[in-house]
């Protein structure tokens, strides 16, 4: 089924998302064959009616090979500061297509640069277990973090947990998946950065936990936080993690 949700964010999706299509000159039925997300939903988000996940924004994106700079960025970035050469962006205070999965909180930077090779990320870290998560996070290419505020711990593919507190970093290899959750008693906040040499081909949104959704700078403060049915109840790690490894 479609990840949808009622639209809430503001984010002007639904009409880029309807000129990308009719520029290609495809019905909603070809699009949805391309995409994989079905005609109703993707006729709801041209309407307005509801904001998708952003692993549905991700299909889209991929099947009309769409940055998703180009559905999410604000009508500042869609100027053609992105088509010159020298590029060169800032992101002020306040500024930033902001995300949510439940687990993480996002603002990307630098939004208005289309198919850059690094993806700045800014993450609040809301989860405290890894039972909160039905993705780990898994892209081509490596991953510098910096903890900002509070303290980490960082899940990954192939070693222990480990720990990192406020200045700290690590950097590793993000085709092995992996997660964050805050241990500190305040939410964690993160600086992010994904590298990838062939990003040129990718959106944003493949860097980012595929539950996430896009939502407006008042929304992101409260999201609904998903937590374990059960008690007990762990996502699966996956294949390969060696336990205890270093």
């Known amino acids: 089924m479609d990840d949808l949700e009622q639209e809430e964010s503001g984010h002007p999706i639904g009409p880029r998302l309807k000129a990308a299509r009719k520029a290609r000159k495809l019905t909603l039925s070809q699009t949805s064959e391309l995409t994989g997300v079905s005609v109703s939903a993707l006729s709801k988000i041209e309407n307005a009616v509801v904001s998708p996940s952003f692993d549905i924004i991700k299909r889209i994106c991929d099947g009309l090979d769409l940055?998703?700079?180009d559905l999410v960025a604000s009508e500042r970035s869609q100027s053609s500061v992105h088509q010159m050469l020298g590029r060169k962006t800032?992101?002020?205070?306040?500024?930033?297509?902001?995300?949510?999965?439940?687990?993480?909180?996002?603002?990307?930077?630098?939004?208005?640069?289309?198919?850059k090779g690094m993806v700045p990320l800014v993450l609040r870290v809301r989860a405290r277990s890894v039972d909160e998560f039905d993705h780990w996070s898994r892209h081509n290419g490596e991953e510098f973090v910096f903890v900002l505020s509070g303290a980490i711990e960082i899940h990954s593919e192939h070693y222990a947990p480990f720990l990192l507190k406020q200045g700290e970093s690590a950097y590793f290899d993000s085709s092995m998946a992996h997660l964050y959750v805050s241990t500190s008693d305040e939410d964690a906040q993160v600086l992010s950065v994904s590298f990838d040499p062939k990003q040129g081909q990718k959106p944003v949104s493949a860097f980012m936990n595929a539950a996430a959704?896009?939502?407006?700078?008042?929304?992101?403060?409260?999201?609904?936080?998903?937590?374990?049915?059960?008690a007990g109840r762990r996502v699966s790690r996956p294949r390969g993690r060696a336990a205890g490894a270093r």
């Open 67 to 69: 940055a998703i700079e």
């Open 90 to 115: 800032t992101t002020l205070q306040g500024e930033g297509a902001r995300f949510t999965s439940g687990q993480y909180d996002y603002v990307a930077h630098a939004t208005e640069l289309s198919r």
């Open 213 to 230: 959704r896009p939502v407006s700078a008042e929304s992101v403060e409260a999201p609904v936080i998903k937590r374990p049915a059960k």
